[in-house]
């Protein structure tokens, strides 16, 4: 199965300012028609997941424009421009390139 | 409004079985995926199962942790989706999520989850 590897794990921000995960993956998301199945997640506390980011960069419908994502191959970045206090959960990166989809372990984004 | 409202989730034993029921609405289901996603308590999510859309061939895939022990099958007249789990471990405990979609594609969204402890 192909390994996805986030970082930082843990992710402490003042409000206002910016955010970045990382995820890397054990192999190239490039599918063979060229598009690349790497998508991002959100779950705030007590909540579902919600699809924030789906082939690396396009941001789902309703989905703020604080929220940008991007990379290629195997490593890709999500970034919030200004963190709000709505912000606050999980964040997951989610390949569907390769059989079986597999997800990293996780971002917990908090407020300092 | 796209909605997707689990249902079957309890309490069961080892070994035993239980359905879970997907339904939807605000969507046209015939011609969606629908994916079963799950999460341990405290833990990261986990793909579980996917069926396609009779257009392409209605065909079913599981995750090798629980295939041959989990099927996946849909009721197109009722819009609903079902997760049968047979032979279910403790490790099976979770909360399984039905999704619209496999998340490679626009339309993405998930369900509120329902939640299944297996424990003698």
């Known amino acids: 199965d192909v390994v996805m590897t986030q970082s930082p794990l843990s992710l402490p921000v003042t409000l206002g300012q910016p955010a970045s995960i990382s995820c890397r993956s054990s192999?190239?998301?490039?599918?063979?028609?060229?598009?690349?199945?790497l998508h991002w997640f959100q779950q705030r506390p007590g909540q579902s997941p919600r699809r924030l980011i789906y082939?690396?960069?396009n941001r789902d419908s309703g989905v703020p424009d604080r929220f940008s994502g991007s990379g290629s191959g195997t490593d890709f970045t999500l970034k919030i421009s200004r963190v709000e206090a709505e912000d606050v959960g999980v964040y997951y990166c989610?390949?569907?390139?390769?059989?079986?989809?597999?997800f990293g372990q996780g971002t917990r984004l908090e407020i300092k | 409004e796209v909605q997707l409202v689990e249902s079957g989730g309890g309490l069961v034993q080892p070994g035993r079985s239980l359905r879970l029921s997907c339904t939807t609405s605000g969507f046209t289901f015939v011609d969606n995926t629908i994916s079963w996603f799950r999460q341990a308590p405290g833990k990261g999510l986990e793909w579980v199962c996917l069926i396609r859309s009779k257009t392409y061939g209605g065909t079913t895939d599981c995750a090798a942790s629980v295939k041959g022990r989990f099927t996946i099958s849909r009721d197109d007249s009722k819009s609903i989706a079902y997760l049968q789990m047979n032979s279910l471990k403790t490790e099976d405990t979770a909360v399984y999520y039905c999704?619209?979609?496999?998340?490679?594609?626009?339309?993405?969204?998930w369900g509120q989850g329902t939640l299944v402890t297996v424990s003698s």
């Open positions: 999704t619209r979609g496999d998340g490679n594609w626009d339309g993405h969204y």
């Open positions: 192999q190239s998301l490039v599918y063979s028609d060229g598009r690349t199945f």
């Open positions: 989610m390949q569907g390139t390769h059989w079986p989809q597999t």
């Open positions: 082939q690396v960069s």
